[in-house]
Nanobody, 126 residues
Framework: QVQLVESGVGLVQAGGSLRLSCAAS????????MGWYRQAPGKQRELVAT???????NYADSVKGRFTISRDNAKNTVYLQMNNLKPDDTAVYYC????????????????????WGQGTQVTVSS
């Protein structure tokens, strides 16, 4: 009943900027944590940034100072502003929503965990 849909342009030159967005669909009551993860070929998926419902943020050291995560609770959307991109940022980026409280057709609420977006290929050319 809850889905995450990512959008954004994923091809840029080194030093450029990109903005990714991810919107949760459904009748959302609350989302505890939203975040972005990425996976490069041959590597494990790693955390990029997270943001809580209280707007507390956490960033990987590799992106700190360059990336900014934000959210619009009214739109149930999380954003990732990526500045000064480097070739090492090339990866598939996935958005995540954890502990999502949503309303079912019956009117009752349920809690879901670890929803994932479809993934967006971000390629930074040198």
């Amino acid at each position: 009943q809850v889905q995450l849909v990512e959008s954004g342009v994923g091809l840029v030159q080194a030093g450029g900027s990109l903005r990714l967005s991810c919107a949760a669909s459904g009748i959302i009551v609350s989302i505890d944590t939203m975040g972005w993860y990425r996976q490069a070929p041959g590597k494990q998926r790693e955390l990029v940034a997270t943001i809580t419902s209280g707007a507390r943020t956490n960033y990987a050291d590799s992106v700190k100072g360059r990336f900014t995560i934000s959210r619009d609770n009214a739109k149930n959307t999380v954003y990732l502003q990526m500045n000064n991109l480097k070739p090492d940022d090339t990866a598939v980026y996935y958005c995540n929503a954890d502990r999502v409280v949503y309303r079912r057709d019956s009117g009752s609420t349920r809690t879901g965990y670890d929803y994932w977006g479809q993934g967006t290929q971000v390629t930074v050319s040198s």
